[in-house]
């Protein structure tokens, strides 16, 4: 298949493109070449500025285009206005919803504002609107190697450190992620199908807490886990910042309760979490966040309290 990527030199796109070289798909990216620009020499590069001009597009042909990098409606119009031929795969997030209840479907309702979510609804809108039969995946939080984002893996690597960890909030509170492997090889089935629709493939099948997950995290370590009341680490200014995927702070209460049901029916294969912890232990050091004095500062005021 020739497959158009746009994006993919960071890490959802970088995954994808993986994926994509590994099935022999004939792959050519489209970036400004500032964000890995000497990966993948296999592929075809076109060194453009989606939002300027896209005449190398005009008249190539793709079976198919998978979206990474649009997160704005005219950005997804304007490839719309190049793209003559193939199959649209738009990425975008489950920050669409508004205030969805636990358990939401793919038809709950989305945000109708100007947040990160609410634009991603108008790129939705325009690719449904120039594309026939796209494929729009929501995706939760994305974790595995090349995660720029500093999240899941900081984690990991905190944990590994060993120690004793300040875990914020309640243990009890659930959290929903994909291996971005996982997500790249589903991505491309689904691009095969006719007419796929909506998806949020937010993993794991089962619940998942963040208990269970930072639990996860520290077998085969020395570290233990103290758990910190929200409202003690809110009134210090303590936040996702410092302490990544601490689901009570994510914008909507439920937005890591998807019922995955839909996606996993459609193919979608999930590797164990103790997998991707195993694999990301090995990555380079994690700067920034929560530093380790000041975690310890704050261990002792709790204690303290
Ligand atoms: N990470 C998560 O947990 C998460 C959760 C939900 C949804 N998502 C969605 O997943 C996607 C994030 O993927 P990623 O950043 O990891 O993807 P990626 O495709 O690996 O990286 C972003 C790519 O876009 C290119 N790019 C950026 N601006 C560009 C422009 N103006 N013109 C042309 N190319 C441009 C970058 O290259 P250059 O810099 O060289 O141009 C890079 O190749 C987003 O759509 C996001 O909404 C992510």
């Known amino acids: 298949m020739r497959m158009l990527i746009v994006g993919g030199t960071q890490f959802v796109g970088r995954h994808i493109v993986e994926a994509a070289l590994a099935n022999g798909h004939d792959v050519t990216l489209l970036h400004r070449g500032k964000t890995g620009g000497d ?8 060194i453009a500025d989606r939002n300027g001009d896209l005449s190398a597009l005009e008249h190539e042909r793709w079976d198919a ?22 199959h649209y795969t738009f990425i975008s997030t489950v920050s669409v919803y508004a205030d969805p209840p636990p358990g939401y479907t793919e038809d709950a309702r989305l945000r109708e504002d100007d947040s990160y979510g609410g634009r991603k609804v108008a790129c939705e809108r325009v690719t449904q609107t120039r594309f026939k039969d796209p494929l729009i995946l929501r995706l939760p939080y994305v974790v595995g190697p090349y995660d720029h984002l500093v999240r899941f893996t900081w984690w ?8 004793e960890i300040l ?7 659930p959290i929903q992620l994909i291996d971005a492997r996982d997500l790249a090889k589903w991505t491309l089935t689904m691009t095969e199908m006719p007419n796929p629709g909506i998806f949020h493939p937010s993993g794991p099948a089962e619940r998942l807490s ?3 997950l930072l639990t996860a995290m520290q077998q ?5 886990l103290t758990w910190v009341d929200p409202e003690f680490l809110i009134a210090r200014g303590v936040g996702h910042e410092d302490l990544p995927l601490w689901p009570a702070l994510d914008e909507e209460a439920a937005v890591n309760q998807a019922d995955p049901a839909k996606a996993i029916n459609a193919g979608l294969t ?5 997998e991707t912890i195993e694999d990301l232990r090995n990555e380079p050091p994690q700067p920034g966040r929560l530093g380790r004095e000041r975690e310890a500062e704050l261990l002792r005021e709790w204690r303290q309290r």
């Open 39 to 46: 990966l993948y020499p296999e592929a075809r590069h076109i």
């Open 65 to 86: 285009t998978i979206d990474v990098s649009a997160y704005q409606p005219e950005q997804v119009g304007r490839l719309a206005d190049v793209l003559s031929t193939g």
């Open 156 to 163: 990991v690597k905190r944990i590994a450190a060993g120690g």
């Open 167 to 173: 875990a914020p909030g309640h243990p009890d509170e």
């Open 210 to 212: 963040f208990g269970e």
């Open 220 to 224: 085969g370590t020395d570290a233990t």
């Open 270 to 274: 999930l590797r164990p979490l103790r």
